[in-house]
């Protein structure tokens, strides 16, 4: 502390001492309890409060287990000690101890830790006392998991003066502007930090620096500042910054050092490599010369050959600029072939760029190709590997891989005819290898450009040294790209023959199918070809083309012959008249099916109309157009009543779901007994295979199939036994019985037509239902003397009701019997006297409702007390609801809502 203040304080402790206590605390020490908010000058920063929770008395500062340099109060400026009381913000155990931190403070940030307490958890107030020492200015009271109240100490009582801070720089600190250029500057910020005016009365640099800026400050007001801009001079200098003020610790001086950069250019050139390819007059392309140095750039630019012209000769570049100059290949039309340049570039500073230059000029007797379609050229062949853009042809590395371009037939004279092409590096391991082809004969090595000899931009490669014939030649893909071939004479005719064989599949056909092909000349001059069957029944038009540049189309024409059925099938040929060897062949099949022949391709999702199940039904399922069985003793299939005739046969085809299948086939003729026709055990997955039955004598046939996890679907052949039959819409009464909300038993009756087919020995009804409206119960004469009756056997199967299956069953309310219905042949009626379930079960009574007092009738009767005709849903309303309405997905015991009637489940 300065002079006055040590007076000061000598005195004032005299007089504690003669006086008390009080007087030094009244006079020059200050207590804050922050009930009234925070004094003057002082500020709260982060994550911190003031407020009553945790304080001492009244109001208190307080931080919850923060950062400490991030939580402090910062107080205005002080000296002496500091007297304060604090405990920690939290006891239990998730709290952390608390701890108080007293920083210096610059009015910024904090600086240098003064003194800290003693890590404590607890919730009684602890008293401390910090010795400040020589210190006097702001403080930051830094908090860390504490509370803090009560604070005593001493304002500073020189406080109001100026106070010069160079910010990030002490005094008596150096800096130095590292290696620059002339005129580099640094732009330093003077902070008055005090709380009174700062005046300069001088700033003075040395050494060869100058003030740029700020040089005429004279003052800086309290808590501001201002800028001062120093520049290097021309050459390594050292030097100092004096500051001269009224700040009691003037002059603020700080060293400054730099070292020269002299000036130099940097040469940058846009592109090295300029290719005109070919070309039928002058071409010119500029390229683009920058500058980004920092001195002027001077650039001589040359060319080793007189065919390529540069201009201007030399440039001149500012730095931090560019310039361009202009790259003209001279057109000389005997100058046939590849030309090419380097243009090299030489700047004033630094090293010459080499630009390579290249162009072709085309000999009208021979031939070229420049890839400038962007795809593959007439008369050439390439493997996937090989793409064109940009106009070149491009091959792309793949490892272990081999793919082909392959260009058109070359006539060559002799040794002395020669083929150009350019090529250039596209990937790793570049290699460019030729094979060739004499007068169509095998390939062999023509040579190897190894990548030491490739580069990234386009060189000129020779092929040369020939006997005299016709060629192709061939490039392996190996990571380059081709441009600009030119030499040799095209071979004019030279067809190739391009034909996609596809087999012509014309399926099950009852008259004619037909099917295009198309045919290209991939290569020059015309292609012939023939097209030939070798089975009659299949005919090609027209049998030979003539394909120059726009591809011919053939068509394969199946067409049947009256009476005749079965499968056939042809060989088609196609051969290019230049070369039979190069023929392609594909094949053709058809199958003519009987009109009258039977066929089920099990579209409906239900048993169809004329098959029964011997078993157990469920085991049967009925989707995607297939039937799907799951094996279980006595579980058949069987088909309705075919007619067999001497070389017919039936066909069907069969999946295994999964391996280790079965599939086993029986046969009943006439009615007879059921013969083994066939026994297989599968292994095969997921493709389907056609089954055929055949060479069985003559007679009426069923035939049923029992599996193991196999679909079965598309059969077709014999023909279905005519029914005997008529089928004609008669009646039915009934009362329906179901179970009420009120758990009571309820019942309708009704009347409705009904589809009746009746031939005297077999009677089938199209019974109602609430699952699927075309679904028949089926009964036979019976045989026992008596009354004229027909038995329905028991277990007739109706359709799935959610996910169980339903059944028409006889009961005479114990157990499950057959059904039975007696003829009144005189009133030409059908009279049931038990009850007809629509039950869940074939072997036990669990049903969902009943039928009672059923009679079929073939003129409509007239029943008393029948109000109204029963309306069914159809087979594809099966969404069943509670009777508030509600969808239900599984329903449980009770009455639901199905299609717009009562079901009960029980």
Same mark, same amino acid.
């Given at each position: 502390?300065? +002079?006055?203040?040590?007076?000061?304080?000598?005195?004032?402790?005299?007089?504690?001492?003669?006086?008390?206590?009080?007087?030094?605390?009244?006079?020059?020490?200050?207590?804050?309890?922050?009930?009234?908010?925070?004094?003057?000058?002082?500020?709260?920063?982060?994550?911190?409060?003031?407020?009553?929770?945790?304080?001492?008395?009244?109001?208190?500062?307080?931080?919850?287990?923060?950062?400490?340099?991030?939580?402090?109060?910062?107080?205005?400026?002080?000296?002496?000690?500091?007297?304060?009381?604090?405990?920690?913000?939290?006891?239990?155990?998730?709290?952390?101890?608390?701890?108080?931190?007293?920083?210096?403070?610059?009015?910024?940030?904090?600086?240098?830790?003064?003194?800290?307490?003693?890590?404590?958890?607890?919730?009684?107030?602890?008293?401390?006392?910090?010795?400040?020492?020589?210190?006097?200015?702001?403080?930051?009271?830094?908090?860390?998991?504490?509370?803090? $109240?009560?604070?005593?100490?001493?304002?500073?009582?020189?406080?109001?003066?100026?106070?010069?801070?160079?910010?990030?720089?002490?005094?008596?600190?150096?800096?130095?502007?590292?290696?620059?250029?002339?005129?580099?500057?640094?732009?330093?910020?003077?902070?008055?930090?005090?709380?009174?005016?700062?005046?300069?009365?001088?700033?003075?640099?040395?050494?060869?620096?100058?003030?740029?800026?700020?040089?005429?400050?004279?003052?800086?007001?309290?808590?501001?500042?201002?800028?001062?801009?120093?520049?290097?001079?021309?050459?390594?200098?050292?030097?100092?910054?004096?500051?001269?003020?009224?700040?009691?610790?003037?002059?603020?001086?700080?060293?400054?050092?730099?070292?020269?950069?002299?000036?130099?250019?940097?040469?940058?050139?846009?592109?090295?490599?300029?290719?005109?390819?070919?070309?039928?007059?002058?071409?010119?392309?500029?390229?683009?010369?920058?500058?980004?140095?920092?001195?002027?750039?001077?650039?001589?630019?040359?060319?080793?050959?007189?065919?390529?012209?540069?201009?201007?000769?030399?440039?001149?570049?500012?730095?931090?600029?560019?310039?361009?100059?202009?790259?003209?290949?001279?057109? $000389?039309?005997?100058?046939?072939?590849?030309?090419?340049?380097?243009?090299?570039?030489?700047?004033?500073?630094?090293?010459?760029?080499?630009?390579?230059?290249?162009?072709?000029?085309?000999?009208?007797?021979?031939?070229?190709?420049?890839?400038?379609?962007?795809?593959?050229?007439?008369?050439?062949?390439?493997?996937?590997?090989?793409?064109?853009?940009?106009?070149?042809?491009?091959?792309?590395?793949?490892?272990?891989?081999?793919?082909?371009?392959?260009?058109?037939?070359?006539?060559?004279?002799?040794?002395?005819?020669?083929?150009?092409?350019?090529?250039?590096?596209?990937?790793?391991?570049?290699?460019?290898?030729?094979?060739?082809?004499?007068?169509?004969?095998?390939?062999?090595?023509?040579?190897?450009?190894?990548?030491?000899?490739?580069?990234?931009?386009?060189?000129?490669?020779?092929?040369?040294?020939?006997?005299?014939?016709?060629?192709?030649? +061939?490039?392996?893909?190996?990571?380059?790209?081709?441009?600009?071939?030119?030499?040799?004479?095209?071979?004019?005719?030279?067809?190739?023959?391009?034909?996609?064989?596809?087999?012509?599949?014309?399926?099950?056909?009852?008259?004619?199918?037909?099917?295009?092909?198309?045919?290209?000349?991939?290569?020059?001059?015309?292609?012939?070809?023939?097209?030939?069957?070798?089975?009659?029944?299949?005919?090609?038009?027209?049998?030979?083309?003539?394909?120059?540049?726009?591809?011919?189309?053939?068509?394969?024409?199946?067409?049947?012959?009256?009476?005749?059925?079965?499968?056939?099938?042809?060989?088609?040929?196609?051969?290019?008249?230049?070369?039979?060897?190069?023929?392609?062949?594909?094949?053709?099949?058809?199958?003519?099916?009987?009109?009258?022949?039977?066929?089920?391709?099990?579209?409906?999702?239900?048993?169809?109309?004329?098959?029964?199940?011997?078993?157990?039904?469920?085991?049967?399922?009925?989707?995607?157009?297939?039937?799907?069985?799951?094996?279980?003793? *006595?579980?058949?299939?069987?088909?309705?009543?075919?007619?067999?005739?001497?070389?017919?046969?039936?066909?069907?085809?069969?999946?295994?779901?999964?391996?280790?299948?079965?599939?086993?086939?029986?046969?009943?003729?006439?009615?007879?007994?059921?013969?083994?026709?066939?026994?297989?055990?599968?292994? %095969?997955?997921?493709?389907?295979?056609?089954?055929?039955?055949?060479?069985?004598?003559?007679?009426?046939? /069923?035939?049923?199939?029992?599996?193991?996890?196999?679909?079965?679907?598309?059969?077709?052949?014999?023909?279905?036994?005519?029914?005997?039959?008529? +089928?004609?819409?008669?009646?039915?009464?009934?009362?329906?019985?179901?179970?009420?909300?009120? $758990?009571?038993?309820?019942?309708?009756?009704?009347?409705?037509?009904?589809?009746?087919?009746?031939?005297?020995?077999?009677?089938?009804?199209?019974?109602? *239902?609430?699952?699927?409206?075309?679904?028949?119960?089926?009964?036979?004469?019976?045989?026992?003397?008596?009354?004229?009756?027909?038995?329905?056997?028991?277990?007739?199967?109706?359709?799935?009701?959610?996910?169980?299956?339903?059944?028409?069953?006889?009961?005479?309310?114990?157990?499950?019997?057959?059904?039975?219905?007696?003829?009144?042949?005189?009133?030409?009626?059908?009279?049931?006297?038990?009850?007809?379930?629509?039950?869940?079960?074939?072997?036990?009574?669990?049903?969902?409702?009943?039928?009672?007092?059923?009679?079929?009738?073939?003129?409509?009767?007239?029943?008393?007390?029948?109000?109204?005709? +029963?309306?069914?849903?159809?087979?594809?309303?099966?969404?069943?609801?509670?009777?508030?309405?509600?969808?239900?997905?599984?329903? %449980?015991?009770?009455?639901?809502?199905?299609?717009? /009637?009562?079901?009960?489940?029980?």
């Amino acid at each position: 502390m300065n +002079r006055i203040n040590q007076i000061l304080l000598t005195a004032l402790t005299v007089m504690a001492f003669l006086f008390g206590g009080s007087l030094t605390a009244n006079a020059a020490t200050v207590t804050e309890n922050l009930n009234s908010g925070l004094p003057e000058g002082w500020s709260l920063v982060g994550n911190i409060n003031n407020d009553s929770d945790r304080a001492r008395t009244g109001k208190g500062v307080w931080s919850n287990g923060k950062s400490a340099t991030d939580n402090y109060l910062a107080t205005s400026p002080i000296e002496g000690t500091l007297t304060f009381y604090w405990r920690s913000f939290g006891t239990s155990g998730s709290y952390p101890n608390g701890t108080v931190y007293v920083y210096q403070y610059d009015g910024t940030s904090i600086g240098t830790l003064i003194q800290q307490t003693a890590a404590y958890k607890g919730s009684t107030w602890k008293q401390e006392t910090i010795d400040l020492g020589s210190y006097h200015g702001q403080v930051a009271i830094a908090l860390y998991s504490a509370c803090i $109240d009560d604070i005593t100490y001493m304002p500073y009582a020189a406080a109001e003066v100026a106070k010069l801070e160079i910010n990030g720089y002490a005094s008596g600190s150096t800096f130095d502007f590292g290696t620059v250029p002339e005129g580099a500057t640094k732009t330093f910020t003077l902070n008055n930090t005090g709380l009174a005016d700062l005046s300069i009365s001088s700033i003075s640099v040395t050494g060869g620096f100058t003030i740029t800026e700020g040089a005429t400050l004279t003052s800086i007001a309290a808590q501001a500042s201002a800028q001062l801009t120093i520049a290097t001079p021309a050459a390594d200098a050292e030097g100092l910054l004096t500051v001269e003020s009224n700040d009691a610790n003037s002059p603020y001086t700080i060293s400054l050092k730099s070292t020269f950069k002299v000036p130099a250019p940097q040469m940058g050139i846009n592109m090295t490599s300029v290719n005109f390819g070919r070309v039928t007059e002058n071409a010119s392309a500029e390229v683009t010369v920058s500058n980004t140095g920092d001195a002027e750039l001077v650039a001589d630019i040359a060319s080793d050959n007189s065919e390529f012209t540069v201009s201007p000769a030399s440039l001149t570049v500012a730095a931090g600029a560019q310039q361009t100059f202009t790259v003209t290949f001279i057109y $000389d039309e005997t100058a046939y072939g590849a030309h090419a340049a380097t243009i090299t570039v030489t700047p004033n500073a630094g090293n010459p760029v080499s630009i390579s230059a290249s162009a072709s000029i085309k000999n009208p007797n021979t031939w070229t190709e420049d890839f400038e379609t962007n795809s593959l050229p007439k008369g050439w062949e390439a493997d996937a590997l090989w793409t064109f853009g940009d106009g070149v042809a491009h091959g792309a590395y793949q490892y272990a891989t081999t793919s082909y371009l392959t260009t058109p037939a070359l006539m060559v004279d002799g040794p002395s005819d020669q083929l150009t092409f350019q090529g250039r590096e596209a990937g790793i391991y570049p290699s460019i290898k030729i094979e060739k082809s004499l007068n169509g004969g095998a390939w062999t090595a023509c040579m190897t450009i190894n990548s030491d000899n490739i580069s990234d931009q386009w060189q000129t490669y020779t092929v040369t040294g020939l006997e005299a014939g016709t060629y192709r030649f +061939r490039f392996v893909s190996d990571s380059y790209d081709l441009d600009n071939f030119e030499g040799f004479v095209l071979n004019a005719n030279a067809p190739a023959m391009d034909f996609k064989a596809e087999d012509f599949v014309a399926g099950k056909v009852t008259t004619a199918a037909s099917k295009t092909y198309t045919v290209s000349n991939s290569g020059t001059g015309t292609l012939m070809v023939d097209i030939t069957s070798d089975n009659e029944m299949f005919t090609v038009t027209p049998a030979q083309l003539t394909v120059t540049d726009q591809p011919q189309q053939f068509t394969v024409t199946f067409t049947p012959q009256e009476g005749v059925f079965g499968k056939f099938d042809a060989t088609i040929t196609v051969t290019p008249a230049y070369d039979a060897a190069q023929a392609v062949s594909f094949k053709a099949t058809a199958q003519v099916v009987d009109p009258e022949a039977w066929a089920e391709y099990f579209d409906e999702e239900a048993l169809p109309e004329g098959w029964d199940v011997i078993g157990t039904l469920s085991n049967w399922t009925f989707a995607n157009g297939m039937a799907s069985g799951s094996y279980e003793p *006595n579980g058949w299939l069987v088909t309705p009543k075919l007619i067999v005739e001497a070389n017919k046969e039936l066909t069907f085809q069969a999946k295994s779901k999964q391996y280790n299948t079965d599939i086993k086939v029986q046969y009943q003729k006439d009615g007879g007994e059921w013969t083994d026709l066939f026994s297989e055990e599968r292994n %095969s997955q997921d493709e389907f295979e056609t089954f055929t039955i055949s060479q069985l004598e003559a007679g009426t046939y /069923r035939f049923r199939i029992a599996t193991e996890n196999i679909y079965l679907d598309n059969f077709e052949g014999f023909r279905l036994v005519p029914s005997e039959a008529v +089928r004609e819409t008669w009646y039915v009464s009934y009362t329906f019985h179901y179970m009420g909300s009120n $758990d009571t038993e309820q019942k309708e009756s009704a009347v409705e037509e009904m589809e009746v087919e009746f031939d005297g020995d077999d009677l089938a009804f199209n019974f109602p *239902n609430p699952i699927r409206s075309n679904t028949w119960m089926k009964g036979t004469k019976s045989t026992e003397e008596g009354p004229v009756s027909y038995i329905f056997p028991n277990g007739q199967y109706i359709g799935k009701f959610g996910t169980e299956d339903a059944y028409y069953c006889g009961s005479n309310g114990n157990e499950l019997i057959d059904m039975q219905f007696y003829y009144d042949e005189e009133a030409n009626t059908f009279h049931n006297f038990q009850h007809i379930l629509i039950n869940s079960s074939q072997t036990v009574v669990n049903y969902w409702g009943y039928f009672s007092d059923v009679v079929v009738s073939k003129t409509k009767p007239d029943f008393t007390g029948i109000a109204r005709q +029963r309306q069914w849903s159809t087979a594809t309303d099966r969404t069943v609801f509670d009777l508030q309405g509600r969808q239900v997905k599984r329903p %449980s015991k009770g009455i639901y809502i199905v299609g717009g /009637r009562k079901v009960i489940k029980r």
